[in-house]
């Protein structure tokens, strides 16, 4: 299969591209600097500028796996980031569709990237793919993230919308701003620490992902989490555990929310996610226990 990867040189997008070039694929992958990628890449991936996403590209592809927008955990949210966050998701994603819609052959496939934001503040309650959305920002700009996608839909493409959670990973992503706390024997949960944390492998996460690619029946929101979601006071515990260092240092959420503004309501709700639409088509995970997940993160941190 020919796989167009945007957000290529992002945490997952990395992980994706090594696992779709090892199973033979031939990729094509979007990034803003091109000539950085091409030296992490190497010859075996093709490698276009973000604004080269046209009608003649979409002709050679079968399907787009579409990862690009704007880290949302980089400081506090002013208005002009903010419109960064939805603008970089949304204007990427219409250019994707709208190129598609150009294209003579167009790909069969379009895996959209979405996040469990979707869903907004939900405490205790259970969410799957058939919860409705919230209404926070995170969750508006979701929303409006698979309108985009969605209008692949007439296009006759398969549109999937993976809601992607906390991906824990031997590399970046939430660890890397959670790691140095406990490793300097304050870390802790934050808040009340009884809201859900919505983790979920870096493996199981390019898993799903590719389930999305080759599953013709899968289709719609899939929840990239795994299934058993830990509440974040047990989730500061398993790690302090799995480092040997003290995890009882709580962060407040005043002095989060006075650091951090608007983004530190992220951090102190969280969902309670499942993984409903993966496990109905037959997804097994490698790791579905917190503890074991963040013994073989760490393990491959100290490797590297």
């Known amino acids: 299969m020919r796989v167009g990867v945007t957000g290529a040189t992002g945490f997952i997008g990395r992980r ?17 600097d091109p000539a950085r990628s091409a030296k992490v890449f190497g010859p075996e991936v093709e490698v276009l500028a973000l604004s080269a996403v046209s009608a003649a590209v979409m002709s050679r592809l079968d399907a787009v ?31 994707v569709v709208d190129a598609m819609a ?24 259970e969410v799957d793919e058939e919860t409705p959305a919230g209404d926070d920002f995170l969750a508006r700009v ?3 993230w698979e309108a985009e996608a969605e209008r692949a839909t007439a296009l006759g493409v398969r549109v999937v919308r993976p ?14 701003a959670i790691l140095p706390s406990f490793k300097l024997f304050v870390g802790g949960p934050v808040g009340s620490g009884r809201q859900y944390f919505p983790w979920v492998h870096l493996d199981d996460a390019v898993g799903i992902l590719l389930l999305a690619l080759d599953d013709g029946a899968v289709r719609g929101a899939v929840n990239v989490t795994a ?11 398993a ?16 002095a989060l929310r006075a650091a951090l503004g608007e983004f530190a309501d992220v951090l102190l709700t969280g969902q309670r996610a499942v993984p409903r639409a993966a496990l109905a088509a037959g997804y097994r995970f490698r790791y579905d ?11 491959s941190r100290r490797e590297r």
């Open 16 to 32: 994706l591209i090594g696992a779709l070039h090892a199973r033979g694929d031939s990729v094509v992958a979007f990034t803003r």
């Open 65 to 95: 796996i579409n990862l690009a927008g704007e880290p949302v955990s980089s400081g506090r949210w002013s208005a002009a980031r903010k419109e960064l966050i939805l603008r970089s998701r949304v204007d990427v994603t219409r250019a």
């Open 102 to 125: 150009a294209a003579a052959p167009r790909p069969h496939t379009l895996v959209n990237a979405s996040a469990v934001g979707y869903y907004g503040a939900r405490g205790d309650e």
């Open 142 to 144: 979701c929303r409006a």
């Open 163 to 176: 809601r992607i959670g906390v991906v824990l990973g031997d590399a970046g992503g939430a660890l890397d």
């Open 227 to 237: 299934p058993s979601p830990a509440r974040f006071g047990d989730f500061a515990r």
């Open 239 to 254: 790690l302090g555990a799995a480092l040997g260092r003290p995890s009882w240092l709580p962060v407040p959420g005043f």
């Open 289 to 299: 226990v917190l503890e074991e997940a963040l013994r073989a993160v760490l393990k």
